[in-house]
């Protein structure tokens, strides 16, 4: 069994234990001034599977805004696949790693102990895991209200199972809302019967500021890092796991078929790891591709480094829930090429306007694209500053202000 709390170093929260159509503005607050002029502080919990860096990032701007008796759950504090830095000292929220314990391989979170300490007016959850689902009954068994966070998810990703699929219609209809990415998102919920006047939008992408300004620093260095990385010509850029659903074979086909019909040379870089890793570096050395550099994981602080060093990034994905490098390429000043397999991509890639969208797993399409971008410094610009523009004001103040917002209508709109 492992169990685990904390109380932030800078908490501002008194009594904190350690450890229709959707709405992107929810009623019955119709902006943050409202909820800074509320003196009460619902308590709320939302339980996450991982402390990622664009979530500390969102909860420690709750922190800031200090309207919310706020705490976070994490189900683990890294999971196998992911290698993110986590510095709990830089939390300025209450958290708790949750206690667990492995039954026949299945590690289970002990909700009802965390439930017991505390009983939070509202909880907000993912579905996806049988922790979650046992939870979501022990919140409601407690009167909690409980809200889940959807994203769509691709069939080139899943295993559709029938009893999956019940289960979770049952779950999104009992629940007193959802929160979501987007409009794909509350489709995708309305599908499995979610009560469309309880679906919430919230901005997913909240660090423009970040990469945007770090954007000048970092082609300072632009010559120095290619040349370092061995990079020439116009450069394609990939960051990401290194899997399968990921569709990174099919943009080595799309390269390779470039080499071959670009006189110019060009090359490709690879940020990332992943159970692919060997398997695609294999490949290339097999048959003969050359210019592909393969750097391995960065951590966040890393990346603008690597974004300034390319010329296009390139998004292979075969079925992406939402896709969050796209929108740090697009505020870093990368012109993008993704597939359609994308959550929210109309809210973010306008195909010729503020990027170019090709059919997932169609190698031949993708190739043509890059070659269009690797002839045409004008579009490549002319594609980057529209994408900049489109994904800029994106914050984790903006975030913290619109979950507020949410969370108070929720708690103003029904019981348990």
């Not at 943050?32 to 860096?53: F, H």
């Not at 000292?89 to 026949?104: E, G, M, V």
């Not at 470039?258 to 695609?280: F, K, N, T, W, Y």
Request: glycine share 8%; charged share 25%.
């Amino acid at each position: 069994m492992s169990r685990g709390y904390s109380y932030p170093p800078n908490a501002r929260h008194s009594g904190i234990y350690g450890s229709g159509e959707a709405r992107s503005a929810v009623k019955p607050y119709e902006s943050a001034q409202a909820v800074e002029g509320d003196a009460y502080k619902p308590k709320i919990v939302y339980w996450n599977n991982q402390p990622t860096p664009y979530v500390v990032d969102r909860f420690n701007a709750l922190a800031e805004r200090g309207h919310l008796d706020f705490e976070a759950w994490f189900s683990s504090r890294r999971e196998w696949d992911r290698n993110w830095d986590v510095d709990e000292s830089n939390w300025q929220f209450a958290y708790r790693y949750l206690p667990s314990i492995t039954i026949r391989g299945h590690v289970l979170a002990l909700t009802a102990l965390a439930l017991k300490k505390r009983r939070p007016d509202l909880i907000v959850s993912l579905y996806g895991h049988i922790s979650y689902v046992l939870g979501f009954a022990l919140a409601r068994l407690r009167g909690v209200r409980a809200v889940f966070w959807v994203e769509p998810t691709f069939d080139s990703w899943m295993n559709r199972q029938p009893f999956k699929d019940h289960l979770k219609s049952l779950l999104f209809a009992r629940a007193d809302a959802v929160f979501t990415t987007g409009k794909d998102g509350g489709k995708f919920a309305e599908r499995f019967d979610a009560d469309k006047n309880q679906i919430y939008h919230l901005p997913y992408f909240n660090q423009f500021n970040f990469f945007n300004a770090a954007r000048a620093g970092a082609q300072r260095d632009r010559t120095w890092l290619r040349n370092e990385l061995g990079l020439a010509g116009v450069t394609f850029l990939y960051v990401g796991r290194l899997w399968k659903g990921k569709g990174v074979h099919h943009l080595l086909d799309a390269f390779k078929g470039l080499q071959q019909s670009c006189a110019e040379p060009v090359s490709l870089m690879i940020v990332g790891d992943g159970e692919e890793d060997r398997a695609l570096r294999e490949r290339c050395r097999n048959e003969s591709i050359a210019h592909v550099v393969f750097t391995g994981f960065k951590q966040r602080g890393e990346l603008p480094n690597y974004y300034a060093a390319s010329d296009v990034f390139v998004f292979p994905t075969l079925g992406d829930p939402y896709g969050l490098v796209l929108d740090e390429a697009m505020a870093s000043g990368l012109p993008v090429i993704t597939t359609d397999a994308v959550g929210e991509l109309c809210d973010r890639v306008e195909d010729g306007i503020t990027g170019i969208v090709v059919k997932a797993a169609d190698g031949s399409a993708l190739r043509d694209k890059m070659r269009l971008l690797a002839l045409h410094p004008q579009l490549r610009h002319q594609l980057s500053a529209a994408g900049t523009a489109k994904v800029s004001g994106q914050t984790p103040e903006k975030w913290a202000a619109d979950f507020e917002l949410a969370v108070r209508s929720v708690l103003k709109a029904k019981t348990v």
